[in-house]
């Protein structure tokens, strides 16, 4: 939690107060000294979302196999994720892809020697303790490229809510310091105004998957996730 203040005179104040804020008041109203303080205010949630990123790469001599090769993999892997449980709604085509494969040489130009195809899905999965064992099914069954997770906490507006207040708390209270110091008292709150800060999850890092005999599922742990408001408030003082 950060805070950060500036005391204004009154007869600079007007130049100071900038748009986009909750409520303005003129320097002709301000009778006394202007504070300035940003804080932020944070909570943490336990994630209830994981996204992954699965997908299929397969090469073939000719661009039609490795297409129709790599539709057969998909289907299955597909398929893989809804007897697992996971919803339609939840399983989005992210990518596809087909690229031609070359042989270079001294002096010859580049020769086609296949061709290698990509298909890739977004999955969010709403139960985490189960993503781990369904990825690993999705291996047997044939994807090949997963990259993941990364954590989202669906329903932020009543935790955000509760970074608000204690951003606004915090401010009030180093609004209350800095007028005890300067032997003033806050009169009033001019302005608030919010920016933003929660920030996003990274993008997904390559999570390592093999074709392997029987072994513990793959782990993944949610942990916590930090959401957080930033807020600033300009304060009279006198």
Known sequence: MVARFVVVPAAAAAMLIGG??????????????????????????????????????TQAPSANTAMRDNAARMAATIAALKRAGVADRDIQTAAISLNPQYRYADNKPPEITGYQASNQVSVRFRDIKKAGSILDAL????ANQINGPSFLVEKQAAALD??????????????????QAAGLHVKRIISISEGQGY????????????????????AIEPGEQKLSVNVSVSFELE
């Open 199 to 218: 920030a996003p999850p990274p993008p997904p890092m390559p999570l390592a998957m093999a074709r392997m005999e029987k072994a513990a599922d793959t």
């Open 162 to 179: 509760e970074a608000r207040l204690a951003a606004i708390k915090i401010a009030r209270a180093r609004a209350d310091l800095y007028a």
């Open 20 to 57: 986009g804020t909750m409520a303005q008041t003129s320097e002709a109203a301000i009778a006394g000294t202007r504070l300035d303080i940003t804080a932020e205010g944070a909570v943490n949630r336990t994630p209830d979302l994981a996204l992954v990123s699965a997908g299929v790469v």
């Open 139 to 142: 291996v047997a069954e044939g």
